[in-house]
C-alpha cells in the first residue's frame, strides 16, 4: 500500500493509503480502496499586482477534511473508473497527513480503551 493523492473523475483531490483491488488469479483491477481517505486542496489568497489585474497566489494553506466523515471505518472502496489519476505528494504534503493520520489512530484507540477500559486485542478472546 502506498500514499498518493487520487484524483477523481468528478475532480475531487483525495490523500490516502491506495491499494489496487483485482479479481483473484488475473490481473484485471475491479477497484481500489483507499484507507484513511481526506480531501486535499490548497486555499488560495488571490493579491493583485500592479494595475493590469495580475493575480498571484501568495501563501497558500493546505486544508485536509475527512473525505468519508460518516464510515464506521476509515476506508472506502472505489470502482477503477472513478479514479483519474494518482500521484506521490511532496513531502510537505506528505508530513501533514501523516500526522494527521497518526494522531486520528490515535484518537480511535484512546476512544477503545474509554469504552472496555482495556487497550485492544485485552479482554475479547483474542489473546
Same mark, same amino acid.
Do not use: W
Given at each position: 500500500?502506498?500514499?498518493?493523492?487520487?484524483?477523481?473523475?468528478?475532480?475531487?483531490?483525495?490523500?490516502?493509503?491506495?491499494?489496487?483491488?483485482? #479479481?483473484? +488469479? #488475473?490481473?484485471?483491477?475491479?477497484? *481500489? #480502496?483507499?484507507?484513511?481517505? *481526506?480531501?486535499?486542496? /490548497?486555499?488560495?489568497?488571490?493579491?493583485?499586482? +500592479?494595475?493590469?489585474?495580475?493575480?498571484?497566489?501568495?501563501?497558500?494553506?493546505?486544508?485536509?477534511?475527512? *473525505?468519508?466523515?460518516?464510515?464506521?471505518?476509515?476506508?472506502?472502496?472505489?470502482?477503477?473508473?472513478?479514479?483519474?489519476?494518482?500521484?506521490?505528494?511532496?513531502?510537505?504534503? /506528505?508530513?501533514?497527513?501523516?500526522? /494527521?493520520?497518526?494522531?486520528?489512530?490515535?484518537?480511535?484507540?484512546?476512544?477503545?480503551?474509554? #469504552?472496555?477500559?482495556?487497550?485492544? +486485542?485485552?479482554?475479547?478472546?483474542?489473546?
Amino acid at each position: 500500500m502506498s500514499i498518493r493523492i487520487v484524483r477523481t473523475r468528478n475532480g475531487d483531490d483525495v490523500i490516502c493509503h491506495i491499494q489496487e483491488i483485482t #479479481q483473484e +488469479g #488475473q490481473k484485471k483491477i475491479l477497484g *481500489y #480502496q483507499l484507507e484513511h481517505p *481526506y480531501f486535499v486542496h /490548497l486555499d488560495e489568497e488571490l493579491t493583485i499586482d +500592479g494595475g493590469e489585474s495580475i493575480n498571484k497566489i501568495s501563501n497558500p494553506t493546505l486544508v485536509m477534511h475527512p *473525505y468519508v466523515p460518516l464510515a464506521k471505518e476509515p476506508k472506502v472502496i472505489v470502482r477503477f473508473d472513478e479514479v483519474i489519476s494518482a500521484y506521490e505528494p511532496i513531502d510537505m504534503v /506528505l508530513e501533514k497527513y501523516t500526522q /494527521l493520520t497518526e494522531a486520528a489512530i490515535n484518537a480511535q484507540d484512546n476512544t477503545t480503551t474509554e #469504552q472496555t477500559g482495556l487497550p485492544d +486485542g485485552e479482554g475479547d478472546g483474542a489473546g
